[in-house]
Structures are given as C-alpha cells and as structure tokens.
C-alpha cells in the first residue's frame, strides 16, 4: 500500500487591510513515498543438511540457535505490537482540534455575539446593530449601544437636513448617495443651526489593525474621525440603511468600497478612504485582480444582505482571533460564513489559516516536525492527520480556484496612492460634475 | 410553369457548378471541425487550421512545407529541453520546460550548432501590416507566419498552440477584444498569460484596463478565459466562416451559419461568433420583401444584438486595438507579470 502525502509549507504572515488572513504561499508540494512499514525480521531457517552429517553436539547447538532466533523473533512481534497498540490509544484518546479558549472570561462575549448572529433573519437585517454587535463582542459589551443610536440617527438627520437645504430629491437614490458621498469627503454645514460636520480622514496608521483591532471599527471611526478602507464602507452601509439609500458592499484585493446605482440604472463606484469616484478601471489596475476572479465573483460585485452577513461572522471570527487566537470556535463562525457565502474570498481564507493552525498544532502535540522530511512520514501512522494535512491542501486549492493573488502591503499602498494621480482625480470629478447635472433635475419647479 | 422552373432549376445547377467546386473544401473543412467536436478522438489542432487555410486557398496549401517546417521546429524544441535548466523545481517542472522551450522558438534568437558551425535560428516576429487581413486573409494564415517568420495575434498563438500539442503539452487560447492570447496554468505562478507579440507575460490588468473590457465581459468568459480544445475549434469554425465570406460575397448566408451555430454550440458566449451570425442574419433579412416579415425579422435580430451587449461585449475600434498592444511595450513595466522570472529572460 503506497499513499502520497502532500504538504504545503507556507509562511504564516498576518496582514492586509480587510482582515485578511496570513496568505498561503506558493504551493509547495511534495511527494513522499510510503515505505511499507510491515519489515518481516529476518528468521534464519536451519540447514536441514548440518543435521545429517554434524554429531549430537551439532545438533543441540543448532536447536539452540533456532530457539534463541525464534525467541528474538517473538520479542520482536511483542515490540511491534506494543508500538502499534500505543498508535492505537493515541490515535483514539489524542484530540485532533485546537484547544478551546472558553477559560477566558472575555470570549463569552464572543460566544453570545455568534449566538445572536445565528438568529438573525439572513434577507433582512440591520447593518448597524448586526455591526455594533460585531464590534461590543471584542469591547467585552462596555460600548454604549443608546450613544451608537444616537450618533447615527443625527447623522441621518443631518443628511436629510442638508439635503432639503441643497434641494436634493429627498425620493432620489442618486441624490442620497451623492449627500452621503459629500458627508464622507467635504466640510458641511446647516444653515438652520449652523451645525457643522468635517469629512473623514484615513488613517495611514496601522491601518491593518496589526496592534490594535479596534482600528477597523465604525465605533472608533466615529470617535477619531479617521478610519480605514473596512470601518469607511460600513458607516456609509449604516447611514444608508438610516436615510433608506441603496447601495452595497464591494470587495477588491485587500479593500473594500462602496457601489450605489443612480435613477438611471447606471452603477457607481466610491472610494471613500480618499474621497472619490473611482473608475471601474482604476480598480483593475491594481494589478491584483486576475479573470479568474471575476468570473467566479469574488471580486468587484455587489454583495448581497446574505454575503453581507458572512462578511459581519468573518469579522466577528478576525476579533476574536486577534483577541485570543485560533480554536474551533472561530472555525465554527467561519463555517457559518462560508455557508452563507460559498465563495467568500475572506472567509475562505480565515478557514486556510485556521485548517492551518490546527494541522501545525496536531503535528507539534505528536512531534512531528511539518516542515521536516523524514519526520512527517510519521504522519502515517495517524490516518486523522493526514485528513487534515488534506483540508489543509483542499483549501489552498479552493483559494487557488478561485483566483485569488496575493497583494502585498506595499503594492496595496501604492495602488491606494495611484488614485489619487492626475488622472483618476479629473475622472472623478467629471463622475461628480455629471452626478450633480441629475440631482438637480428631479427638483420640483 | 412547371417546365419553365425545371430549366431555371438547370440553367442554376450550371451555373453553381463552379462555385460549389471551391465550395467543396469548404464543406470538407467544416465536417473536418465538426467531426472534431463530436468526438474527442478526432481532434488535431494543427489539421483544424490547415484544412481551413488549404480551403481557402483553394487547395494549393503547401502541406509538405508546412510540416516539414513544424517537424523541424519541433526538433528544435527538443533540442532546446535538453540543453536548458530552468530556475523552476515544481512537481509540472516537465510542462513548464516544455512551454519555456516553444517560448524560445517563438520569441529568442537562438545560436545553433551544426557541425562545429554556428549558425542562428530568428524567432518570429510581428508583422504590423494589415493585422486584421483586410488586405488578404493569407496575412492571418499560420502557413504564411511559417514562410515569412511574420505574424499577428491570430497566427502566432496559433502556431504556439500547434507546438506546443505537437510536444504532447496542452496550450490554451484566450480572448480579448480583437485579440488571441496564450494562458497556462502552473503549481507556482496559477493561471498566467502569455503574449507572443511583445513576447512578455502580461497581468490581467493590461487587457482589463484596455478599456474595452466590460467586467460583465469576463465574468460571462466572453473573454480572458482559458478555452478548451472545443472552445479553440469554435474559433476555427469562425475563421473559415469568415474566410467563406471573402470567397463568397455574395453567397447566401447557408454555410456562415452552419459554421457559426456549430461555433455558439461549443462556445455559447463567443462574442465573435455571435456577432458574425447576426450580421449573417441581416444580410438575409435584407433580402426579405415582405414588410410585416421584415419587421418581425428585424425585432428578431435586435434581440440577438441586445444578448451580445449583455454579454458585455464592447466594439473595440481597430486603431485602438493597436494602440492598446503598443501599450504594453511602452508601460512594461506596469504590466509584466513579476513573478514569470522563470524564463523571462529580457
């Protein structure tokens, strides 16, 4: 019986901007061939002849030798079988998963903030508690939910104000995103009450939420007036489901942005880490997105409330990762993710990191160096660890499928730069220009 | 009447007598592709494309040349195996030698030494004139790139992809607007392109950013996806189809349809193909005296026409197709694929 055993070897980095995970690299596989492991031992048969011409001391010498060989080879059984019965009680007592965290005090609050998410209706929720939520988990439920509220219904108010004043449709979709876009990148003020609201800043500082988590959140948006390209979209989702606009979650390679279609149909794209309309092109020459996944709508698509939904267990699976680390909790967010969002480019690769932590913890739990040859033929012998060194492979190929490429930090940053260059900023203006043409015409009188 | 209609029925039987000799090839060539996707079996790239350019030339293909040239290029890519290591120590390191070496005849001068003499081997080249044979179809021809080492995107990937089965290796050809491209899949790089007329390995982003690329374009697999041997065959469908049509102004629309219908079965988005059916669709309503019947005929066709630009399906004009593949000499650098150091030597 000859098995291969793939293993992939792969760096474990955390990093970019949408809670991404740690990035499997290039697949290395490797073959290793099973030996049979069944060596028979060596018995030595007697030579028959010796007995016909050797006296009776040649005999009885002989008969000793055989009963000392038989002797070593019964030994020699005993200690296999010995080894193979210890096989077998580590292989039925030994856990194959990750260690729980559930001692922690604080992850109850996680555990809660999954039992509640579980009961929300999948079509139709509101994103601005199922984020609050999300978020007061990893701030172990000290946020103030009244405070949240009202911070949000001011700012719609705000938004509908300054839309009567600039006589924007109040019925118009285009009008409401166009208000919201404003909201997010200019200085406004109301005339009636001389209420002022300053535009969003992003925030270049650890943008990923390597140190500090809470940097991706809407609450720490709303606090600083800076955040990123994760907690930018989210608020603008809130305040959209607030003043009744549509418009939807985007995912590009390591970012997220906004998508709204105007009262013509047409669909647009916001860039609201720098304020802009961004050009379908501008968001290819990322350089980043490969045919593949488009064509399996990983990125560049509107996500729906259900993929939404997948996206908020995603998030709530990053906090608690960061908080406390990899166990199967998180896988079990995760596995609601992915239902939700079969082919959820985030989730998937929550679910790699987590297969792989589970596999490198297997394997240190039975010592067993991965990355040694010689040592994870070993593996062998614990039928569940090749299974998971499978999973492990299996997801890899997933996100392969799928079409993702890595994006590194750097090229990430200089492609958020490049949209900002001469040409992108005039595109965008002639979007805004031609934008504000139709808010105006629905105007009555 | 009856008689009358009989000796029109001859005078026309004489009359297509002719035509229908050149027509024959035609025929042949089509049950050729057709017997091609009917069965697995019988597919062959290489006599897919000679039986439609020996159509078109009405016979008088040089095919002792052309296979001679292609024996003789598949020697050299033997050749070239054997004396290359390549930087690459994946499990596919076998194909991905192979493909680095139809790269090399395709693209890289090469000295070769023939009995203490060396002499050097040109690759192809590009040839600007008349991309898209409009002067003559031979322009587009795999026989003429063979002859005069000068091609385009039409005959250059398909010359590529004839090597590359002549070696045993698969090659699968990719669409962008008026455009034919190379993509391979490997354990290291996943999906990549390769583009024989700037002989560099683009990233995606450079035929997205084109311009004329609706993302709805690629999501459907109008383009930028790695076709399948039947999908290639639909292509080749198309190119006779077309070439009939040069032939055969004013013929009646019968054969361009077949080969189309055939080409949309295999390949159900190919923009090409569909646009072609519906042109050949107009052409017939045109001739439609009845005003009620053309109208409906009409309505017809704007449906054919709406599918296609739902498809995501842009025309992208030709002297913007040119300057979009100079574009990827000048920005280089902004459109190589960085991690193809394997054998991108320049």
């Given at each position: 019986m000859?098995?291969?055993?793939?293993?992939?070897?792969?760096?474990?980095?955390?990093?970019?901007?949408?809670?991404?995970?740690?990035?499997?690299?290039?697949n290395?596989f490797?073959?290793y061939?099973m030996?049979s492991f069944?060596?028979?031992a060596?018995?030595l048969?007697?030579?028959?002849t010796?007995?016909l011409?050797?006296g009776a001391?040649q005999q009885?010498?002989?008969?000793?030798?055989i009963?000392?060989?038989?002797k070593?080879a019964?030994?020699?059984q005993?200690?296999?079988?010995?080894?193979?019965?210890?096989i077998?009680?580590?292989?039925?007592?030994?856990?194959?998963s990750l260690?729980?965290?559930s001692?922690?005090?604080?992850?109850?609050?996680?555990?809660?903030?999954?039992e509640?998410?579980?009961?929300?209706d999948?079509?139709?929720?509101s994103?601005?508690?199922?984020?609050?939520?999300?978020e007061?988990?990893?701030?172990e439920?000290q946020?103030?939910?009244e405070?949240?509220?009202?911070?949000?219904?001011n700012?719609g108010?705000?938004l509908?104000a300054?839309m009567k004043e600039?006589?924007?449709?109040?019925?118009?979709?285009?009008?409401?995103?166009?208000m919201?876009?404003?909201?997010?990148?200019e200085?406004?003020?109301?005339?009636?009450?001389?209420?002022k609201h300053?535009?969003?800043k992003?925030?270049f500082?650890?943008f990923?939420g390597?140190n500090?988590?809470?940097?991706?959140f809407v609450t720490?948006?709303?606090?600083?007036k800076t955040?990123?390209?994760h907690s930018?979209?989210?608020l603008y989702l809130i305040l959209a489901?607030?003043?009744?606009?549509?418009?939807?979650?985007?995912l590009s390679?390591?970012h997220?942005y906004i998508?709204?279609?105007d009262?013509n149909?047409?669909w647009?794209?916001?860039?609201?880490t720098?304020?802009?309309?961004?050009t379908?092109?501008?968001i290819?020459?990322?350089?980043?997105i490969?045919?593949?996944a488009?064509s399996?709508?990983i990125?560049?698509?509107n996500l729906s409330k259900?993929?939404?939904l997948?996206?908020?267990?995603v998030d709530l699976?990053?906090?608690?990762i960061r908080?406390?680390g990899y166990?199967?909790f998180?896988?079990?967010?995760?596995?609601k993710?992915?239902?939700?969002y079969?082919?959820s480019?985030?989730?998937?690769?929550?679910k790699?990191n987590?297969?792989t932590h589970?596999f490198e913890y297997?394997?240190?739990?039975l010592k067993i160096?991965p990355?040694d040859?010689?040592?994870?033929?070993?593996i062998?012998y614990?039928?569940?660890?090749i299974?998971l060194?499978k999973e492990v492979n299996q997801?890899?190929?997933t996100i392969?499928y799928?079409?993702y490429?890595?994006?590194?930090?750097?090229a990430?940053?200089?492609w958020l730069?490049s949209?900002?260059d001469?040409k992108?900023k005039q595109d965008s203006?002639k979007?805004?220009?031609q934008?504000k043409?139709?808010?105006?015409?629905p105007?009555?009188? | 009447m009856?008689?009358?209609?009989?000796?029109?029925?001859?005078?026309f039987?004489i009359?297509f007598?002719?035509?229908?000799k050149?027509d024959?090839l035609?025929e042949e060539s089509y049950d050729?592709l057709?017997?091609m996707?009917?069965n697995?079996?019988?597919?062959?790239?290489k006599k897919?494309?000679f039986?439609v350019?020996?159509a078109y030339l009405?016979?008088?293909?040089?095919?002792t040349f052309v296979?001679?040239?292609?024996d003789?290029?598949?020697?050299?890519?033997?050749a070239?195996?054997?004396?290359k290591?390549l930087?690459?120590?994946?499990r596919?390191k076998?194909?991905?030698?192979?493909?680095?070496?139809?790269f090399?005849?395709?693209?890289?001068?090469i000295?070769i030494?023939?009995?203490?003499?060396i002499?050097q081997?040109?690759?192809?080249?590009?040839?600007?004139?008349?991309?898209?044979?409009?002067?003559?179809?031979?322009n587009?021809f795999?026989?003429?790139?063979?002859?005069?080492?000068?091609?385009n995107c039409?005959?250059?990937?398909y010359l590529?992809?004839?090597?590359?089965?002549e070696?045993?290796?698969d090659?699968h050809?990719a669409?962008a607007?008026n455009h034919?491209y190379?993509?391979h899949?490997s354990i290291?790089d996943?999906?990549y392109?390769t583009?024989?007329?700037?002989?560099?390995f683009?990233?995606?982003?450079w035929?997205?950013?084109?311009?004329?690329?609706h993302i709805?374009?690629?999501?459907?697999g109008?383009?930028?996806?790695a076709?399948n041997n039947?999908?290639?065959?639909a292509?080749?469908?198309v190119?006779?189809?077309d070439n009939?049509?040069i032939?055969f102004?004013d013929n009646?629309g019968?054969?361009?349809?077949?080969?189309?219908?055939?080409a949309?079965?295999c390949?159900p988005?190919?923009?090409?193909a569909?646009i072609?059916?519906?042109?050949?669709h107009?052409?017939?309503?045109?001739?439609?005296?009845?005003?009620?019947?053309?109208?409906?005929?009409?309505k017809?066709?704007?449906k054919?026409?709406?599918?296609?630009?739902?498809?995501?399906?842009?025309?992208?004009?030709e002297d913007?197709y040119l300057?979009w593949?100079?574009s990827?000499?000048e920005?280089?650098?902004?459109?190589?694929?960085?991690k193809?150091?394997t054998f991108?030597?320049?």
């Amino acid at each position: 019986m000859r098995k291969i055993i793939l293993l992939l070897l792969l760096p474990i980095l955390a990093f970019s901007q949408v809670n991404l995970p740690s990035v499997p690299g290039t697949n290395q596989f490797q073959q290793y061939g099973m030996p049979s492991f069944e060596n028979k031992a060596k018995v030595l048969v007697p030579n028959t002849t010796n007995t016909l011409f050797g006296g009776a001391e040649q005999q009885k010498s002989n008969q000793q030798l055989i009963q000392e060989v038989e002797k070593r080879a019964i030994e020699d059984q005993k200690i296999k079988q010995e080894i193979h019965q210890d096989i077998a009680t580590i292989n039925a007592s030994f856990n194959y998963s990750l260690p729980s965290f559930s001692f922690l005090p604080a992850t109850h609050y996680y555990y809660e903030a999954f039992e509640r998410l579980i009961q929300i209706d999948t079509a139709n929720f509101s994103i601005k508690n199922t984020n609050f939520l999300v978020e007061n988990a990893f701030y172990e439920n000290q946020q103030d939910k009244e405070a949240f509220d009202k911070n949000i219904k001011n700012s719609g108010e705000f938004l509908i104000a300054k839309m009567k004043e600039l006589g924007y449709d109040l019925n118009s979709n285009s009008a409401k995103n166009y208000m919201l876009f404003q909201f997010f990148s200019e200085t406004l003020q109301l005339n009636s009450n001389g209420l002022k609201h300053l535009p969003f800043k992003y925030d270049f500082e650890d943008f990923q939420g390597i140190n500090d988590w809470s940097k991706m959140f809407v609450t720490k948006l709303l606090a600083t007036k800076t955040g990123q390209c994760h907690s930018m979209p989210l608020l603008y989702l809130i305040l959209a489901e607030e003043i009744n606009a549509e418009a939807y979650l985007a995912l590009s390679p390591n970012h997220s942005y906004i998508r709204f279609p105007d009262d013509n149909g047409k669909w647009h794209n916001i860039e609201l880490t720098n304020g802009m309309f961004s050009t379908t092109s501008s968001i290819l020459n990322s350089g980043y997105i490969k045919s593949e996944a488009l064509s399996n709508k990983i990125f560049m698509q509107n996500l729906s409330k259900k993929e939404l939904l997948s996206q908020f267990y995603v998030d709530l699976a990053m906090g608690y990762i960061r908080k406390f680390g990899y166990d199967e909790f998180c896988a079990k967010v995760i596995e609601k993710a992915l239902a939700l969002y079969p082919n959820s480019i985030n989730a998937n690769m929550v679910k790699s990191n987590i297969d792989t932590h589970r596999f490198e913890y297997v394997m240190f739990k039975l010592k067993i160096n991965p990355r040694d040859k010689n040592q994870l033929q070993n593996i062998r012998y614990y039928p569940k660890a090749i299974e998971l060194l499978k999973e492990v492979n299996q997801q890899y190929d997933t996100i392969d499928y799928l079409g993702y490429e890595h994006m590194p930090e750097d090229a990430y940053m200089q492609w958020l730069q490049s949209m900002h260059d001469e040409k992108n900023k005039q595109d965008s203006e002639k979007l805004a220009k031609q934008f504000k043409g139709t808010l105006i015409k629905p105007l009555k009188n | 009447m009856p008689k009358s209609f009989i000796y029109l029925l001859l005078f026309f039987n004489i009359f297509f007598a002719t035509a229908q000799k050149q027509d024959k090839l035609f025929e042949e060539s089509y049950d050729l592709l057709h017997s091609m996707i009917e069965n697995d079996n019988n597919y062959n790239f290489k006599k897919a494309i000679f039986s439609v350019e020996n159509a078109y030339l009405d016979g008088r293909l040089d095919t002792t040349f052309v296979n001679s040239q292609i024996d003789l290029l598949q020697e050299l890519s033997n050749a070239i195996i054997n004396s290359k290591i390549l930087n690459y120590e994946e499990r596919d390191k076998d194909i991905v030698n192979k493909r680095a070496s139809i790269f090399s005849i395709m693209c890289d001068t090469i000295p070769i030494k023939i009995n203490d003499t060396i002499y050097q081997y040109h690759p192809f080249g590009y040839d600007f004139n008349d991309v898209f044979g409009h002067k003559t179809r031979e322009n587009l021809f795999v026989s003429k790139l063979l002859e005069t080492k000068t091609g385009n995107c039409h005959s250059l990937p398909y010359l590529y992809k004839i090597l590359c089965e002549e070696i045993g290796i698969d090659a699968h050809l990719a669409l962008a607007p008026n455009h034919v491209y190379i993509k391979h899949r490997s354990i290291k790089d996943g999906w990549y392109n390769t583009e024989l007329t700037n002989k560099i390995f683009p990233i995606d982003a450079w035929i997205m950013a084109s311009g004329f690329v609706h993302i709805d374009a690629i999501t459907n697999g109008v383009y930028m996806r790695a076709l399948n041997n039947k999908e290639s065959i639909a292509l080749v469908l198309v190119d006779l189809a077309d070439n009939y049509n040069i032939k055969f102004p004013d013929n009646d629309g019968t054969f361009v349809l077949k080969c189309t219908e055939s080409a949309i079965r295999c390949y159900p988005n190919f923009a090409t193909a569909l646009i072609l059916r519906a042109e050949t669709h107009y052409k017939q309503i045109e001739k439609i005296e009845d005003k009620n019947n053309y109208h409906i005929a009409l309505k017809e066709l704007e449906k054919e026409y709406a599918h296609i630009h739902q498809l995501g399906y842009r025309n992208m004009p030709e002297d913007m197709y040119l300057n979009w593949l100079v574009s990827l000499k000048e920005e280089r650098s902004k459109y190589e694929n960085k991690k193809m150091n394997t054998f991108n030597k320049n």
